[in-house]
């Protein structure tokens, strides 16, 4: 079983990622030997001064590469049979995902929002889930309950296991999934129960996929023993800004 680890980021927040330690503790807290590690440029002002720290963490071995989206986003809607407009104002939401399960090579894709970070004691999450998957076919993504929220995470089921919950439902701040699966022409349907989703959001990915997700009675795993904290980024301060000019 190969896996990559991918996250993004955009014009609010690379510098928390890219310089600010971010980066470095997405991947440490998942405490797995990734076989590929990737960042996501999307949508920045400036690319080269982005791209210029980004290179750096390649040069220290912390990711194997970046991808500037909109060098592959043409290719990736043609390969998924989408057009720019079928988004209906979520394309800055959905394209990062869609190249990054587009250029993927791995067995397996983690994925982590910008935002988004696994707890440090999550006790081997990835390595755990990653056997789970493997050998059940019928759960087609994976995800740590989200904020601590395990109530939460309980109501959304319908069954458990040990270690899981089972549901439906989808989100984009963090899934575990088959490249295969994910690979595969999932993202023309809709259900009702999928409205549920930001409506500035239009119809974003990960609407996209819950939809399908419902409709072919699929199942999501949410862990009983690992969380993921969703936390917003703050605007950037005006002294960040000023220093965003000289970094």
């Not at 996501?40 to 220290?60: M, P, R, S, T």
């Not at 994976?142 to 439906?168: K, L, M, Y």
């Not at 005006?238 to 220093?243: C, P, Q």
Request: aromatic share 16%.
């Amino acid at each position: 079983m190969t896996i990559t680890f991918e996250t993004k980021c955009w014009e609010k927040d690379w510098i928390y990622i890219l310089c600010k330690g971010y980066l470095e503790k997405m991947i440490d807290n998942c405490n797995y030997p990734f076989d590929n590690k990737v960042l996501f440029i999307n949508n920045v002002k400036n690319v080269e001064l982005v791209k210029k720290h980004a290179q750096k963490k390649v040069d220290k071995g912390i990711i194997d590469k970046y991808v500037i989206v909109e060098e592959y986003a043409t290719n990736a809607l043609e390969f998924f049979g989408i057009q720019k407009d079928d988004f209906k104002g979520g394309y800055y939401y959905s394209i990062a995902e869609l190249v990054s399960i587009y250029l993927c090579k791995t067995d397996f894709l983690l994925h982590f929002s910008s935002d988004t970070c696994i707890t440090k004691d999550n006790n081997n999450w990835v390595k755990n889930t990653l056997a789970i998957m493997n050998r059940n076919e019928e759960y087609f993504v994976a995800n740590p309950v989200w904020n601590g929220c395990i109530e939460e995470a309980q109501s959304e089921s319908f069954d458990e296991t040990e270690s899981n919950f089972i549901g439906f439902g989808f989100s984009d701040q963090c899934y575990l999934v088959r490249t295969k699966d994910f690979q595969n022409p999932i993202y023309n349907e809709s259900n009702i129960a999928s409205a549920r989703y930001p409506e500035y959001g239009g119809e974003l990915f990960e609407k996209r996929v819950d939809a399908y997700m419902r409709n072919h009675n699929l199942k999501r795993i949410t862990s009983k023993n690992a969380s993921y904290v969703h936390k917003n980024y703050k605007e950037i301060s005006f002294w960040e800004k000023i220093l965003h000019r000289f970094i």
